[in-house]
């Protein structure tokens, strides 16, 4: 049975409905791109039919794009000759959609084509938007919930059906280019406004059969197939279209720092496919399109930021547990983190328990999330009811009592186990027995904080990184007693509050922080080795990190490395090695230097807070004269160092699946996205690559750069990670 089905009534109008079978939204793939070229065939050649229409039977959307499982496996389908293969099966697509765009017309008089409308019921993303593209005009329903747009480059590749090359033709480069390069979506009024669709109606489906049977020759010719077009905002050797073009060549590189293949690659399709006819800057499209399929970090952004995390958002690791949704959660401490907490929570509709020693504490985490929805009411955003509604479901108080009835409880009170444990007894005095326990800690040890607790089955680590509301990560540590039912609500409730989780066991800084720390560790030595801090910080941008090293301390706060590594050195003793790093922190430190938050750390800031650059006494303090390292073993040294640590959690059993480790390292920290994070990244170069670079640091700066048995395993044996562990098996699998 196939997703597309076509029914003409009796004024002529064809209309083809898409609905993918088993799926809340429609998703193209292969065999529906072939039944949509059979019913505009079919359409084209009944002389009946008048005009088509194109529309979804899915209620509030008309596509969420391509099926990404699709797209990762192109590849690996596409024959012995993979890049001529892709470039066939593009070229096959694109002629359907250029044939819905000629309609039949007369190539010379470019007269005598039918009428083809897109009626979108909502959301239009990805080739659900290029296919409307191709049509003569698109209606939109007066839907404010649906998205309009091509968000591809946010997964590592870009509008390679025809997306680029229409959108530039239809808007120009600079008014496409928050579409193309950001991903930029918009809804039916806004994406009216920019010019992306045509109409926005009540009832899109009469409208566009309305309009195909009043329509002219002229109405479905497009100003790029006729005669004397000219391009909106210049060609690129124009004088207007030439700053275009140069600026927008800078733009990327700024942004991307030359490190994400599909940004630079929609760029050439754009600025290539400008210079010459329609039907060859097609072709360009599609040689750019397969060339970023080719590469192997959109294979892996696609693989962790498509297929991966939407499996954690499913559930892909959750125990076999009956629904364990949160009905009421209690939060213990309004302080910044509880704050946020609150606000997540009872955005997504649950009653909320706000709780402080003090009352004024209390109401000011509940001011909170007023001032976050007043933000969004002027943005418009957020209604005035919306947020009243959500107000009204978070009481802040100083009463325990108010916590009765409460399923979940998460603790976010000071990093101090003494106060969590006395916390943690007086909440229990009061909840249900089958009330689950959460603490929100990014350092201290679950089974430790669980001894507290008279039902450790039924305490749980919940680690949010901050600011809540943006942040998409939420770290779930199980302690050594804690049971599958607590689990399985701590996964629900995340996936109530959208957010993307991951399960750890406990352990010494859990699996984010384990791998964040030595990251800004090894960034903080360099400059005490004499390393240019500015070749530091630009190295890790280059690899595709928002913040370098130094840049990331200054941002969490240098007294809380400070106070980090006092911790760390007492739990470890003689094994402790990390002392290059802290002579420059305790040195910041001493000189009050205490990062953003006292406008003074490694960087240097104007009185309104903002970076004005290096500071020059980190300089005078310690960078050496002479020759500085090669960029690339910078590169190793700040990669090796968090990419080992997440091969030693997978190994030790604190990270039981490679999925979340790369989901987790992109969400949690920015780890370089276009890798497709820590394991992503070490599959692309290769294990017996990985090991040669690890002996190399090894024998310079020590044993923290070993190479893991795993990882010497996996290059012994010329298996990669994903190939042997990529369906969630844990690193003890048999190889």
């Known amino acids: ?31 529906g791109f072939e039944d949509l070229d059979a019913l505009i065939d079919e359409a084209l050649a009944d002389e009946a039919v008048k005009g088509i229409v194109i529309t979804s039977g899915k209620e509030g959307s008309f596509a969420g794009g391509m099926d990404l499982n699709i797209i990762a496996k192109m590849k690996q389908s596409a024959g012995d000759n993979p890049a001529q293969g892709l470039m066939d099966g593009l070229m096959r697509c694109h002629g359907v959609l250029r044939k819905i765009e000629r309609a039949g017309m007369d190539p010379k008089t470019n007269k005598g084509g039918k009428p083809i409308a897109a009626a979108l019921p909502g959301t239009a993303l990805g080739i659900g938007f290029e296919i409307p593209l191709a049509c003569h005009r698109i209606f939109v329903a007066d839907n404010p919930k649906a998205k309009i747009g091509l968000p591809e480059i946010m997964v590592g590749i870009f509008p390679g059906m025809g997306g680029t090359t229409r959108l530039v033709r239809k808007m120009g480069a600079m008014a496409a280019s928050p579409f193309l390069l950001e991903g930029k979506l918009s809804d039916p009024k806004k994406a009216k406004s920019a010019g992306l669709v045509d109409e926005v109606v009540a009832d899109p489906l009469a409208a566009a059969k309305d309009w195909v049977l009043s329509a002219k020759d002229a109405d479905i010719l497009k100003p790029w197939d006729a005669r004397g077009y000219k391009m909106p905002g210049g060609t690129p050797y124009s004088a207007q279209g030439f700053m275009t073009y140069v600026g927008a060549s800078a733009m990327v590189h700024g942004k991307t720092q030359g490190a994400f293949p599909a940004a630079k690659a929609l760029l050439s399709a754009a600025y290539e496919g400008a210079m010459v006819p329609f039907d060859t800057a097609i072709k360009i499209e599609a040689r750019w399109f397969t060339s970023v399929l080719m590469n192997p970090s959109s294979e892996a952004m696609i693989r962790s930021l498509f297929i991966n995390k939407e499996a954690l958002e499913k559930g892909a690791n959750r125990p076999d547990v009956a629904d364990e949704r949160v009905k009421k959660v209690g939060i213990m401490g309004a302080g910044m983190m509880g704050a946020g907490i609150a606000y997540v929570s009872a955005n ?140 399985a609500k701590s996964l629900d409730f995340v996936r109530q509050i959208r957010k993307t989780p991951i399960v750890v066991n406990d352990a010494r800084f859990f699996y984010a922080n384990r791998c964040i720390i030595p990251y800004i560790n090894e960034g ?16 890790a941008k280059m690899l595709g990190f928002p913040l370098g090293p130094l840049q990331l301390n200054d941002e969490t706060s240098i007294d809380l490395g400070v106070k980090i590594a006092k911790a760390t050195k007492a739990a470890m003793g003689d094994a402790y090695d990390n002392h290059a790093a802290d002579e420059v922190l305790f040195w910041l430190f001493d000189q009050g230097r205490l990062g953003r938050k006292s406008k003074s750390g490694f960087y240097a800031y104007d009185d309104a807070g903002k970076r004005t650059g290096i500071w020059e006494g980190l300089r005078e303090k310690f960078t050496k004269e002479g020759d500085q390292p090669d960029v690339t073993r910078v590169q190793h040294r700040l990669m090796m160092a968090q990419v080992l640590e997440a091969v030693r959690a997978f190994e030790q059993g604190v990270l039981e699946d490679i999925r979340e480790g790369d989901v987790g390292a992109i969400l949690g920290w920015g780890f370089a996205p276009w890798s497709g994070g820590p394991f992503g990244w070490l599959d692309i170069i290769g294990a017996a690559k990985a090991v040669e670079i690890c002996e190399t640091l090894s024998a310079e700066h020590g044993a923290r750069f070993e190479a893991p048995d795993l990882l010497r395993e996996l290059a012994d044996k010329g298996q990669s990670f994903y190939s042997r562990f990529g369906g969630g098996a844990a690193a003890s699998a048999a190889a």
């Not at 009534?9 to 609905?19: C, L, M, P, S």
């Not at 030595?525 to 070749?535: N, T």
């Open 524 to 539: 903080v030595s360099m400059v005490q080795e004499g390393v240019e801090p500015a070749l530091i910080e630009n190295a």
């Open 1 to 31: 049975m196939s997703d597309f089905t076509m029914d003409t009534d009796a004024q002529g109008v064809a209309t083809i409905t898409w609905d993918t079978r088993g799926k809340s939204m429609n998703v193209m793939n292969i065999e």
């Open 348 to 487: 997504a509709g649950i009653e909320v328990v706000l709780i402080d020693q003090e009352q004024a504490n209390a109401d000011k985490g509940k001011s909170y999330s007023e001032g976050l929805l007043d933000k969004g009411i002027s943005r418009k955003k957020v209604t005035p009811e919306k947020t009243d509604e959500v107000l009204a479901r978070i009481t802040a108080t100083t009463d325990y009592e108010a916590l009765r009835g409460c399923d979940l409880i998460v603790e976010a009170v000071f990093e101090d186990p003494s106060i969590k444990a006395e916390v943690t007894k007086k909440v229990e005095a009061v909840v249900g027995e089958d009330c689950i326990f959460a603490t929100n800690t990014s350092t201290l040890p679950i089974s430790d904080l669980a001894k507290a607790s008279a039902r450790p089955e039924q305490f749980i680590g919940i680690h949010f990184f901050s600011p809540v509301d943006k942040m998409l990560l939420v770290e779930i540590i199980k302690g050594a007693e804690t049971g599958d039912r607590a689990v």
